[in-house]
């Protein structure tokens, strides 16, 4: 199919999933507005319509609650066709929501949002962007004081859906200390979308749900769940996620913020940079994890090593070690960079985020090799991201060792990072 074609394609798919300003990530399997979803869904829209790429950052506002956190999940509209669905959170905000948050792309959505404004003429950008970042800016606020109150320079998830990379290896070992009994009666729907053997095992979601209970009895208060949470990682892909956002925003602050702002924000990225930076390990030539609970580091290879290229500037030891270290990963692959790498014992290269390759990764993974200077292998990542769409579709996740298409169909993110990555080459 010709790129023009497939741009329509990718156009197709975010019409079919809107519904009404904003995105779900595809139906039935997701049903509502996801968070980190929503952020490459608006730089998506950001390459044709402006207007909509704030809508969709507009919605998920919605969602925020009073101390500053954006939720997972903004269940804007009811539906039965997911599990865990409003009534087993049980949050009290303003609009129904999930109580756990994911990765803050939403700083730099926005960015990209407001020059994509800028470069259309758009008259409202500033008073939309303005809004927005204050939105941003109490989230990030919120991050720093909830998910590192004892100022480590990295925030911690106390639930592997918040990492975005739900059933990553990376998080077997802090998982399994988590009791598998819930007072919630589990009734997964996933498994009728999609075939159970690329989903999460049932054991995994008890211990899921199970930490719901846990916060949910807490009244979802910070303070309460930080001292309650039977698990916690200091997790470098969200930290390093956090970390650029604010970068971004304090590009955003130069002209809208005021100089508290503008300190503020300088002073979080220092703190964030610096506790990223702690976390590389040269013997294996990424960035690793640290489980708070067990005072470890988390070893397991996972794709999450490789993210703080999007926050930091590493020296030239470190950019040629990663940069190999990635080519590693990619050698006799159709499609990378896998979620989990071959060679690791817990490599399943259809379950999810244990081999699979998702294309939102591979967009971070692409901008942080070119903020470090690592142009040709950025360049590889985004074709490979490009071409295994062109073969399979708009996929949520790829096969590496095959390049098949897998897990839900028609997805939101693939199509926007479809028409990001696809005007690179
Ligand atoms: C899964 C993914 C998560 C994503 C969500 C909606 O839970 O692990 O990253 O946000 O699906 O697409």
Redesign the pocket.
């Known amino acids: 199919m010709t790129t023009l074609r497939m741009e329509e394609g990718a156009h197709a798919v975010l019409a079919r999933n809107d519904r009404g300003g904003y995105t779900v990530?595809?139906d039935r399997l997701?049903p509502f507005q996801?968070?980190?979803?929503s952020a490459f869904v608006a730089m998506g829209f950001a390459t044709f319509n402006v207007d909509r790429a704030y809508r969709e950052l507009e919605r998920l506002v919605e969602g925020q609650w009073d101390d500053g956190m954006i939720p997972?999940i903004v269940f804007h509209v009811p539906s039965d066709t997911y599990f865990p669905g409003p009534d087993v959170w049980g949050t009290r905000h303003r609009i129904l929501t999930s109580g756990i948050t994911?990765p803050p792309v939403f700083g730099m959505a926005l960015r990209h949002v407001h020059e994509a404004a800028l470069a259309n003429g758009m008259t409202d950008a500033e008073v939309r962007t303005r809004a927005l970042f204050q939105a941003a800016l109490h989230s990030h606020r919120w991050w720093l004081e909830a998910r590192d109150p004892d100022g480590l320079g990295l925030v911690s998830i106390l639930h592997p859906?918040e990492s975005?990379?739900?059933?990553s290896p990376a998080w077997d070992e802090a998982l399994a200390r988590v009791p598998t009994t819930t007072t919630t009666t589990i009734r997964r729907k996933d498994t009728g979308h999609v075939d159970a053997a690329m989903r999460p095992r049932d054991e995994d979601y008890q211990r899921f749900i199970h930490l719901v209970d846990v916060y949910r009895d807490c009244d979802w208060d910070p303070k309460r769940q930080w001292a309650k949470a039977p698990f916690k990682v200091a997790d470098v892909q969200m930290t390093a996620i956090l970390a650029r956002a604010t970068a971004d925003l304090m590009h955003l602050a130069e002209a809208l913020g005021t100089d508290e702002d503008r300190a503020g924000l300088a002073q979080m990225r220092r703190r964030l940079v610096d506790g990223l930076a702690r976390r590389w390990r040269p013997d294996l030539s990424r960035f690793v994890s640290l489980d708070l609970i067990s005072g470890a580091d988390i070893e397991a290879p996972t794709q999450a090593g490789f993210i703080p290229l999007v926050a930091l500037a590493l020296d030239g030891a470190q950019q040629s070690a990663i940069t190999a270290e990635i080519g590693r990963w990619l050698d006799g692959m159709v499609v990378g960079v896998p979620s989990t790498p071959a060679f690791s014992p817990a490599f399943e290269p259809k379950r999810?985020?244990r081999g699979p390759v998702w294309a939102v990764i591979n967009w971070l993974i692409a901008d942080g090799l070119r903020l470090n200077g690592a142009e040709d292998l950025a360049r590889r990542v985004e074709q490979s991201t490009v071409q295994a769409i062109e073969n399979a579709g708009f996929c949520?996740y790829f096969d590496p060792t095959t390049g098949e298409g897998l897990g839900g169909d028609t997805?939101s993110?693939t199509a926007a990072a479809y028409l990001a990555l696809g005007r690179r080459r």
């Open positions: 990530p595809t997701y996801w968070n980190w979803d997972h994911q859906w975005g990379s739900d059933n999810y985020w949520e997805f993110w």
